[in-house]
């Protein structure tokens, strides 16, 4: 049984908490991390989610996800779940994540990281990821019409490809 932090409207912890699968109670969020692992080709690595899991079964998501579990911060779980479904160590330590989405249950926080990664040294979570393959947005944006990625808006993955090299959203004029 996982335990996760509730946070109030604007995002701020609370000392409140729910169970993993659960609603969160009226007035309270969870916090949760996607990232968005880009190649030099203009491309995402994407992974198909096992048939052992419950939700999403056999659909392509983005690179990595999970929930932020209790005591865990937005950079703690984007490493623990890198390590987790890809075995990959990165330092999350001073990467802010690149936007934050909000959804009916929570907050959504976008890491998006410029790596190039061997496909056949990733080291899958076999209970999580069934495989994994690189894709351009275009090829995910078909997946989206044909139902073989999660039910993404395409302006996410617009923006997701649109802000990989970027330091911040939006431009600073001088």
């Known amino acids: 049984m996982e335990i996760l932090d509730l946070y109030d409207i604007l995002g701020n912890k609370t000392?409140?908490?729910?169970?993993?699968g659960t609603k969160p109670p009226k007035g309270f969020y969870r916090r949760k991390i996607t990232?968005?692992?880009?190649?030099?080709?203009?491309?995402?690595?994407?992974?198909k989610v096992?048939?052992?899991?419950?939700?999403?079964?056999?659909?392509?998501t983005p690179s990595v996800s999970?929930?932020?579990?209790t005591g865990e911060n937005s950079q703690s779980t984007a490493a623990?779940?890198?390590?987790?479904?890809?075995?990959?160590?990165?330092?999350?330590?001073?990467?802010?994540p690149s936007f934050t989405i909000n959804f009916s249950e929570g907050f959504d926080d976008?890491?998006?990281?410029?790596k190039e990664v061997e496909i056949k040294k990733l080291v899958l979570q076999k209970e999580e990821v069934e495989e994994?393959?690189?894709?351009?947005?275009?090829?995910?944006?078909?997946?989206?019409i044909t139902g073989e990625f999660l039910p993404f808006y395409f302006e996410i993955i617009d923006l997701m490809f649109l802000l990989k090299e970027k330091k911040s959203s939006y431009k600073i004029m001088k």
Do not use: C, P
């Not at 994994?132 to 989206?144: C, F, L, P, R, S």
């Open 66 to 69: 999970g929930s932020v579990s």
């Open 110 to 114: 976008f890491y998006l990281i410029k």
């Open 15 to 20: 000392d409140q908490t729910m169970i993993r």
């Open 35 to 47: 990232i968005g692992i880009f190649n030099n080709k203009e491309e995402m690595l994407i992974q």
């Open 132 to 144: 994994v393959k690189w894709a351009t947005k275009q090829e995910i944006n078909n997946m989206i």
């Open 80 to 96: 623990r779940e890198a390590k987790e479904e890809l075995g990959l160590e990165i330092d999350f330590s001073n990467i802010r």
């Open 50 to 60: 096992s048939k052992e899991r419950k939700h999403w079964t056999g659909m392509w």
